[in-house]
């Protein structure tokens, strides 16, 4: 049976990262290993190019007419008679939310939930934020046929933070592709970075510059290791932004800790490959695809005791308690020493890869549209049965 699948394809057109990247990845595999089928690809706008598209299996769906003055709306309360209207057997939310009323005209619906860190640490957003991102997720966990996890901590999350039926839910982790850039050149990642004054020897930290990311703490304990040199690779918020970069400056740690904002892909994978290792301080996350990335890159980690940050890393991973200075500061400095024990992350990442590889996301995520389909095939023919 070929399938009509819809996407919320928001997101892959807004950004390459978060949401953006996983987007990507799971509609490009998609394309890539079921071109058979057909995929339509809803977005209220077109804000960046995207790689693998034109594709004879996939149709970009944007507002026409008087509703380009409203898409936000048409997001929200059109996209359900679109489907009807194309014979779409699945759609596909991928980014915790289903459009209103979709639950009414026949469509089966999966829906992705990436964390709850709103309800899990709401101090990190606005009383308003979370209550609309709540509303949003309980009518979408509500009316969706499927809800796929990325990690089992947001799989607990949804039943103990939601109450979310353990039976509606599956895990499926994100995919991590091989990428040429995987395999770059020593002489061509020197040209990348040829503009930046980075020392030959540092350890990287991926990720927008937030509370909930830690970098403060990754900084602060640096301030007692003068030999450890820091790179920093993300988009800046405002507040926090501001204060880690006074910090730096005010402790006289800027001639070992480098922040950059904005690189280019090239620019990133540059910067994975020339890191002696990864290190990822965050608090809390539903994933943490940085560290996936890195043992892609074929890097060593060091990130946060518990939660997802074990579940992604493994044995290809150390673990820290990201809220004590003093115990980063002891594995940054364990780890900066200690070659032995990079060589055997970077062999234990070999088989932790396989985790997330791209043919295992996709077959699960494909299988799950496929029982779908047939599920939504024996209604429709019962219907039939019925109205004869």
């Keep these: ?40 690809l809803f977005t209220p706008s077109r804000r960046r190019e995207v790689d693998f598209l034109p594709s004879p299996s996939a149709r970009v769906v944007t507002p026409r007419g008087v509703w380009r003055l409203f898409k936000s709306l048409w997001r929200l309360v059109r996209l359900a008679p679109k489907c009807d209207k194309y014979g779409i057997q699945i759609y596909h939310g991928l980014s915790h ?63 103990d933070l939601m ?21 770059m050149a020593p002489k061509e990642v020197d040209e990348q970075l040829k503009s930046y ?23 602060q304990a640096l301030k007692n290791l003068p030999d450890v040199q820091l790179v920093l690779v993300g988009r800046s918020s405002r507040g926090y932004g501001q204060m880690l970069h006074r910090y730096i400056r005010e402790n006289d740690i800027a001639d070992r800790v480098k922040i950059f904002s904005d690189v280019t892909d090239s620019q990133l994978s540059a910067f994975y490959k020339k890191c002696l290792y990864v290190v990822y301080p965050s608090i809390c996350e539903g994933f943490g695809l940085p560290i996936v990335e890195a043992m892609a890159y074929g890097k060593p980690i060091l990130t946060t005791r518990g939660g997802c ?3 992604a890393g493994g044995r290809a991973a150390w673990y820290m308690d990201s809220s004590d200075v003093n115990d980063i500061a002891r594995c940054i400095r364990r780890l900066w020493a200690d070659g032995f024990a990079r060589d055997i992350l970077r062999e234990n990442a070999r088989e932790q890869l396989k985790k997330f590889s791209p043919e295992n996301t996709c077959d699960k995520m494909y299988e799950i549209y496929r029982q779908l389909a047939e599920e939504k095939r024996e209604e429709d023919d019962t219907q039939s049965d019925e109205k004869e």
């Excluded at 399938?3 to 394309?31: E, P, Q, W």
């Excluded at 979310?164 to 040429?180: A, L, M, Q, T, W």
């Design 1 to 40: 049976m070929k399938l009509k699948v819809g996407y919320d394809a928001k997101r892959l057109f807004d950004n390459n990262s978060g949401l953006g990247s996983y987007s990507h990845t799971l509609i490009c595999d998609m394309l890539s290993y079921h071109m058979d089928d057909s995929y339509f």
């Design 97 to 159: 939310e289903l459009p209103y009323g979709i639950e009414r005209v026949g469509v089966k619906t999966v829906l992705t939930v990436h964390d709850l860190i709103f309800l899990r640490h709401p101090e990190y957003y606005s009383r308003t934020d979370v209550k609309i991102y709540k509303r949003k997720l309980e009518y979408a966990c509500s009316v969706a046929d499927v809800i796929v996890a990325i990690s089992n901590q947001t799989k607990g999350d949804l039943i």
């Design 163 to 183: 109450g979310v039926d353990e039976s509606k839910i599956r895990v499926v982790y994100p995919g991590c592709k091989h990428r040429p850039d995987h395999n």
């Design 197 to 219: 004054l980075i020392p030959s020897k540092f350890i990287l930290c991926v990720g927008t510059l937030e509370e909930r990311k830690n970098q403060l703490k990754l900084c």
């Design 309 to 311: 940050f074990e579940e």
